[in-house]
């Protein structure tokens, strides 16, 4: 018995010993300001208590939808040359993102066109015939569907990694589920919102697109020479800032389809120009898409290639050799930060689509510094009373309360350390709850073994019987509040996380305290105490 108890107080100071390196690791010291330190550094505070951003971001969809039924387009046309087959043209619908119109198809050839389309597009397209020899193809709903949770999946991802190439720490982004298509970013601590803003809300889809006219001097220019409407195969893009020759925003006509597209991009590093020693960017492509460019500039040699970043012309080149894998884009007002920005947007990847800010709203850090203050305070006095209760009312089986309850405390604030959870302020609240569900645990069990102290049974075996009888209400009460914690941690979001969090892990220590614990202290005290002799309670 005697070594079954030590044993037991053995495993509980080595339970508080690690869960207090938990919460503070190894200081720097020991005076407040160290371990208050090493506390901050083990535990982060989330958004409502740092101070931070809050953002609600809108992904147009639809953008992505349309860039693959162009791409399609393209293809198409390139298929029907191959085989042989001239139609009048193969456009994408200007007024629907994901509709393809194939016209002027030769009367003889109807047949021939049909069975091409449908051979490769058929499983993706529903393809319609229509009058005058033309066709129609309308991408599948499903496709559809599975496009946009791809740009929504890839925008996610895209916007972590800049996040976290920003250094943010203990950032939240994820799909926000209370609109269609939209993101939740909270970024805490975050103090260059705008710095922040332009560098998940950049696309950085770097591009190379064929040249089929231009310079022009302005918009109105170009449409005037092209007869008033742009073909529905081009794009007429200005060129950014500074990018020309002349100083002033020029307009060039570009082939839709680029031939070097934002996931062609394997790497890209800051480089010094040899002559200017100005921030330059060089870019590098994957094997594919440089063995497809070095075949298309060697077949084009002469002709005019423009580099495009976000719909701006960044850079027009002739194309004078073969051009395999690596490419460069300077001058301009690049500085070192925009060069090094510009490297880690082509580096994480371009966004499939892109945002609209729809919600936008900051916590200051005096506002979390008051939330802090509040939430400590109300945990303290909140946990004060109860013990100083719990100590009067049920005398020397208070203290069993009285420190299971602060061995329950330990344990949650070394299970946070450890998994590097998020303290919120809701997370406070589920700390004071997990205080209530420890304490009402105490009081059940200390109620059941007074009732057997009443019925005349012995000290030993009325904590015995008070023990067996309470553990059944107290599993079942911990076990459905935990369930319904783990269903607010995964459907919930930000700070309602953390409460399910702090609740979760509070309810888990507090089996272990409130049970094991407070019956370990009970038998040390029947163990010095002789047969027969009260207990305090």
Partial sequence: MRKNLTNKVILIIAVLLVFVFGIIGVPKGLSGAALK??????????????GGTHLILQVMVDE??????DSDASHIQTDLQQAGITVGSVAPDTSRTDVINISGVPADHTSDVRSTIDSKYGTEYDIASGANNTFTLTMKPSVVDALKKSAMDQSIQVITQRVNELGTSEPVIQEYNLGSNQILVELPGVDDLSRVKEVIQSTARLEIHAVDGGPYSSEQDALQQLGGTVPVDELLLPTK???SSSGSIEWYELKRVAEVGGTDIRSARVSQNPNTNAPEVDFYLTTAAGDHFADYTGANKGKSLAVTMDNKVQEV??????IRDQGNIGGGNMTNETANDLAMLLNTGSLPASLHYLQESTVGPSLGADSIHQGVMASIVGMLAVMIFMLIYYRGAGINADLALFLNLVILLGFMGYTHSVLTLPGIAGVILTIGMGVDSNVLIFERIREEIRAGKSPSASVEQGFGHAWTTILDTHVTTIVSAIILFIFGTGPVRGFAVTLSFGLFANLFTAVFVSRTIFDANLNRKGRGEAISI
Avoid: K, N
């Fill in 37 to 50: 330190d090493a506390l901050l550094q083990r535990i982060s505070l989330g958004l409502d208590l740092r």
């Fill in 241 to 243: 800032p500074g990018a």
């Fill in 64 to 69: 992505a939808v349309g860039i693959t039924r």
């Fill in 317 to 322: 080149a002739v194309i004078h050799d073969q």
